[in-house]
């Protein structure tokens, strides 16, 4: 497969897709959950990047971020990635654990695909468009009814429920 060209650097708001290894579901827990925002937590934390919008699905994640100027994104990201990766496998390696940890070729446990899908987000619009798209997606998966039932998604921030499970940086939707 080509290798795409990431374009940083634009001053954008940016979504992110990443996903877990071969589409395996690890995060169907609260503790695997946590480790991906506690990961994400500290992206924001260490490099003033703001969280505008995100949802965690069973096997894969979205956000929407708004990268300082100046920031190679993915460098960032591999970083969020690798930090949730050795939680959710210390998470697996624990006697109660009933998930199977996947191994690349190489023999190597795999949580996360090594690429993940980016999108510059150019106008206003398509910030919220992402952000809805967040949303929406464990809804139009199947997995609850309305968004405010996914207790894993920004929708309740920006419905008012400030004691939901992360802080988001707020666009006006």
Request: glycine share 4%.
């Amino acid at each position: 497969m080509p290798k795409l060209r990431h374009i940083d650097n634009t001053g954008t708001a940016r979504f992110i897709t990443f996903t877990c290894y071969r589409r395996h579901r690890y995060l169907t827990d609260t503790a695997s959950r946590r480790a991906v925002l506690d990961a994400l937590a500290r992206l924001r934390s260490e490099n003033e990047v703001r969280i505008l919008g995100y949802v965690l699905m069973p096997e894969h994640v979205h956000l929407v971020l708004q990268p300082p100027d100046a920031t190679v994104l993915g460098v960032l990201i591999g970083r969020m990635k690798a930090r949730s990766a050795r939680a959710l496998l210390a998470l697996l390696r624990r006697p109660d654990s009933r998930d199977k940890i996947l191994t690349r070729n190489d023999g190597h446990a795999a949580i996360w695909q090594r690429r993940c899908y980016d999108h510059n987000c150019r106008t206003t619009d398509i910030v919220v468009e992402k952000i809805r798209y967040c949303h929406n997606n464990p809804v139009s998966r199947g997995l609850v009814s309305k968004p405010n039932d996914w207790p894993w998604s920004s929708y309740r921030w920006y419905h008012g429920a400030r004691e939901g499970e992360f802080e988001i940086d707020c666009v006006e939707l």
